[in-house]
Nanobody, 116 residues
Framework: HVQLVESGGGSVQAGESLRLSCEAS????????IGWVRQVPGKGMECVSS????????YYADSVKGRFTISRNNTENTVWLQMNSLKPEDTAVYYC??????????WGQGTQVTVS
């Protein structure tokens, strides 16, 4: 079955960096868009970044452009989100997601990022 396992969250000060990792299994990783979606309690979901297999299609939300970098290794079935210059408004639960049929269909368990 499909599994997406995030790691790398934590608590940092504003201006610091974190690197999130997502290890995928249970599907042919290289065939799919993988993204990062975050949720702030009481607010909606925001897709902050996504990346297609051959890196030809990369998306960043305006709120993170220039600060976050997404990358993937199709051999290791892993996606990373490098987050630099973190701001308090980046505080959220970050989910690794797989896109199927135009929707974010499979979700990891989430990892908390807290910026103070």
């Amino acid at each position: 079955h499909v599994q997406l396992v995030e790691s790398g969250g934590g608590s940092v000060q504003a201006g610091e960096s974190l690197r999130l990792s997502c290890e995928a299994s249970g599907f042919t990783f290289s065939f799919y868009y993988i993204g990062w979606v975050r949720q702030v309690p009481g607010k909606g979901m925001e897709c902050v970044s996504s990346l297609y297999s051959d890196t030809s299609a990369t998306y960043y939300a305006d709120s993170v452009k220039g600060r976050f970098t997404i990358s993937r290794n199709n051999t290791e079935n892993t996606v990373w989100l490098q987050m630099n210059s973190l701001k308090p408004e980046d505080t959220a639960v970050y989910y690794c997601v797989r896109k199927v049929g135009g929707s974010w269909y499979d979700w990891g368990q989430g990892t908390q990022v807290t910026v103070s």
